[in-house]
């Protein structure tokens, strides 16, 4: 009678690999997870970017309406988060801050007409080689900004060359692999203003017809603009004209006629734009103009009140109706923008276009810091009054979405470009 080795297995019985297989298994997938959640997986991008066969070239010259479409899960996420980019303002970086929701991570920007591609950063950098690009305009262009170079830095390293001014309101990176500049230039209501302070005045003082040099003294060394504007309209403050006042906005105490914030808003683009297209067009030097029009908040109850953000979804289709003060902004916005690029039409290498983003937008209140703005709020239990921000947007969140249609913009100009060629 054969009698089996204690050393060597039965014949019909599983090998020691086959036994310990499924336990490895099981003990490598929390760590398979944690390595994408920390490292998200993006598809390599093609050696040529920019290379596309001619049913991909008509698809693009298709016009889309970006602003028609709704969110839809998705379960690729983000190219980056709050542990892999070190650009992002403390206040955006919700991850890092203990929210415990991530499920917000998770949609993408679907339009009804045409496809949104995923964000392909070594297309970005191929197609604005050599460029210097600017973000002008209040925080909301800074928190894009610092979502554009977030997305760029999982395929190249920016380094911040430039830093001027407080709360790093004037910045400037550089990409050496492909020599592009990228600046932000705070400048809330793009026209010269003086901002309320504890040493002066309680209001904000604007003078409409003059630009805010801070950026126009530099548009010479400018490629592409970005501007954002909005928000800081709604503050308390007198306004200037021609050297003279032109009225206020909520200034109780001061003998000045009330004129509401609207038309001003109005005049301080027209102001920005004709300057740009003014120093920029009629010199024979091409600029490239985008105006990303007003970003809704979504406090529930007053801002100062302790108003809050608590959703954790996006909104459904016909669940939010764009309305009111958010409807009014970006009917200017789109008005102004309108108006100009017929005249750029007739100025060789102007291009000006709306980056509209108010509907997309207004579709996330889940994408705001909330209480996270600050680290772990309620570490020591929930506390009955917690700041919140609800105008801002968690990095990574729906403002990568701005990024992603910026490109696609950026892409169809170089297609139109080469058939010209």
Known sequence: ?????????????????????????????????????????????????????????????????????????????PLYNGTTCGTIKDGQNCISHGRPDLDYLYWRWRPSQCKLPRFNPNTFLHLLSNKHIAFIGDSMARNQLESLLCM????????????????????????????????????????????????????????????????????????????????????????????????????????????????????????????????????????????????????EGEWDKAGACPKTKPYKEGEKMLEGMDADMRAIEVEEIEAVKVNAKQIEGLRIEMLDVTKLSLMRPDGHPGPYMYPFPFANGVRERVQNDCVHWCLPGPVDTWNQILLEVIRKWSIQSRRKE
């Open 152 to 299: 760029l830095a999982t395929a190249s390293n920016p380094n911040l060359v430039y830093r001027d001014g407080e709360d790093n309101k004037f910045r400037t990176w550089h990409f050496a692999s492909h020599n592009i500049s990228i600046s932000v230039y705070w400048s809330p209501f793009l026209v010269k203003g003086v901002e309320k302070s504890k040493a002066g005045p309680n209001h904000n003082e604007l003078y409409v017809d003059t630009v805010d040099e801070k950026w126009g003294s530099d548009l010479d060394h400018i490629d592409m603009i970005l501007l954002s504007i909005g928000h800081w309209f709604l503050h308390p403050a007198v306004y200037y004209e021609g050297g003279l006042v032109l009225g206020c906005h909520y200034c109780p105490g001061l003998n000045h006629t009330e004129i509401g914030f609207y038309d001003v808003m109005r005049k301080a683009l027209k102001t920005a734009l004709k300057t740009i297209i003014e120093r920029k067009g009629a010199n024979g030097n091409g600029i490239d103009v985008f105006l990303a029009t007003f970003s809704p908040s979504h406090f």
């Open 1 to 77: 009678m054969d009698v089996m080795s204690p050393l060597k297995p039965h014949p019909n019985s599983p090998s020691p690999t086959k036994k310990l297989l499924p336990f490895a298994l099981y003990a490598l997938l929390p760590i398979a997870l944690l390595r994408f959640y920390f490292h998200p997986f993006h598809h390599l991008p093609p050696n040529n970017p920019t290379i596309l066969t001619k049913e991909e070239e008509i698809v693009y010259e298709t016009p889309c309406d970006y602003t028609d479409g709704r969110w839809v899960h998705d379960k690729m996420g």
